[in-house]
DNA sequence: AGTCGACCGACAGGAAAACGACAGGCCCGC
DNA sequence: GCGGGCCTGTCGTTTTCCTGTCGGTCGACT
């Protein structure tokens, strides 16, 4: 199922001095099954980098105490090497760039999308599981998603999709079977505090599948990739005969 | 027989300011081998988190005193992680309610079927007991139902059921081979307060009964699988021969 | 053979989903 | 700084298909 086949649960220590946020993450990297614990503070947080030894964290620039790149530079100074994503303020243009130079692995603006953040969670162990690591390619019946390219195809044909398309098809694709509610999908890949509760989800639907569909082997109707089930959500799936 | 084993009975907070619909909910988590208490108020309902120590709590977004998302907060501010599943009125909130699904709590719309009330229940608790949780999957003679994937399959072949059959079938299934009556799986997968004391039942069993047939293995006529019991109900179960 | 319950075809009302058209906003190039 | 194009989401209309009612027929039990 998954790519990245590890033995032990990937560990993640979650920093934010904003509770909801913190548990946020860590509820949702325990559902992938990850092991998550959370920090609201900046010692807090070098206390359990010490303790719990996580493989990956992540970790709020602006933090009450010593802020992100303190932890940072006293991580790194007491020897781990483990991967960090920061996460930032919409608006803190200079932290970004800051953020990368000051040798983090990767950086998330707020309000971030959960799908997004656990997408890159993945890519960053992924690529500090050490050389040669594999690539991540997703692939449900004739379709497949290159993680790393970005790059979508069905079949030999290549789609090109918005970022939001992508995002709804990536998450129909790694959860597929399964039948997600609107609820879920908007949840999930929208950012958290996003008001809609509009129609926007069956709006990207439908426009997937017309790209989809434009790209199907089988110029006619073969059945639609991405099913509705009437009165509950969408699924991507063979369909039964 | 159960995926969700657990030692001890799950324990179940119901609040809700209207005494029968808390009630109801009670009884039928009682009558699933749950302990179940109720609260009429938010000031009680944090009362009896505190004291009772639920596994799950059911959560009226109309409360006469504070409103549902406070009780929320004011739970997880006392640093419980307990899950929450939230009824709201058809119209009412139904948006605010965004960002549950992702939090992995959950929300469902009054009026409600019972059984739908606790299969959800069933899957946030699922869900919550850890990471690595397990699959639900019934299964009854060749048939089977993935509840996380909402997919039925017949041996190999699977079925697309309306949300009604799906509802029935599920009910089927999980009391199987128990006898059902009609008023019974009306109760249980019909909203409450539904008016129709029709044949309501007998109609969506035809149906589902064609869709299974349509299934069936052996083209030709093995016993049916959805057993009449003339002048009660139906069961669920390999004919008696 | 009669009676009563069950089955199921046909239909209609209505709810949910699909989707066309449009508008605001953002980004990019000039 | 300005214009243009693309992306995204809102609105409203059309389409789909789910659900329950009615009633005729069938089958079982007496």
Redesign the interface.
Known sequence: MAQYERVE?VRLLVVDDD??IA??VA??A??????AVTANSGEQALRLAGDFRPDIVVLDLMLPDVDGFGVLDRLRRSGTMVPVVFLTARDGVADRVAGLTRGGDDYLVKPFA?EELMARLRTVLRRSAGPGFQRSVLRVADLTMDEDAREVRRGERRLSLTPTEYEVLRYLMRKS???L?K??I???VWE??????SNVVELVVSRLRRKLDEAAPDAGDGEPLIQT????GY?LRQ???
């Open positions: 649960k509770p909801p548990d946020l509820t949702v325990r559902y992938e099954g990850w092991e959960v079977p399964t039948v509610t609820a879920q908007l949840d999930h958290y505090g996003f008001g809609g509760r089930v009437r009165g509950f699924a369909a039964p005969r």
